[in-house]
């Protein structure tokens, strides 16, 4: 079985360079509600790529994504291992639609993999009510791998919250 060492330290570079990222492709973008998301969806694939090219973790990870010169794949973001399976797996939601996020999030529980990240933008609406119904939602899923690690990540007003693993008893703020 595969595992993530120091997913902690990893999820803490992201955060640094998906905002970086939306903010650079921002500049060259118009300004309108469906461009900014757009470029956060795009920034959260950057981001993964780019991380994917370190020299520690480019000679054991494929990259699938929507990306050009890449293989699509079911979510947004996923590192490969050859002949082992998926390390990590990603996939974004950046409108706050419950539904929405509740959709791509199944996704993210059918993937197998030791990591995996769902990132949203709940513009600080009711982010309670979001939680809960991902957690409800992950607590009905029955599928789950012993050693799976979950983040929620919600980027929202210049800002960020990380959720490890959704549950009230176990959340962690990073």
């Excluded at 699509?72 to 996020?101: F, M, P």
Aim: proline residues 3%; glycine residues 6%; charged residues 35%.
């Amino acid at each position: 079985m595969l595992t993530f060492k120091g997913h902690e330290k990893f999820v803490v570079e992201i955060l640094r360079k998906i905002p970086a990222e939306a903010k650079r492709l921002q500049r060259s973008r118009s300004r309108d509600q469906k461009g900014e998301r757009r470029c956060w969806t795009k920034a959260v694939k950057e981001a993964f790529f780019a991380a994917k090219e370190k020299p520690k973790y480019k000679k054991i990870v494929d990259f699938y994504g929507t990306r050009p010169g890449c293989r699509e794949w079911l979510l947004d973001a996923v590192w490969y291992v050859e002949n082992k399976g998926g390390l990590v797996a990603v996939e974004s939601e950046l409108g706050y639609h419950v539904e929405g996020i509740k959709f791509d999030f199944s996704k993210l529980l059918s993937f197998k993999a030791p990591l995996k990240i769902m990132i949203v933008d709940t513009g600080r609406r009711e982010p309670a009510k979001l939680l809960q119904a991902i957690e409800e939602y992950a607590r009905s899923f029955r599928q789950h791998q012993p050693g799976e690690v979950y983040y929620l990540i919600d980027f929202h007003n210049s800002r960020h919250d990380v959720y490890r693993e959704f549950s009230a008893s176990v959340r962690d703020a990073i």
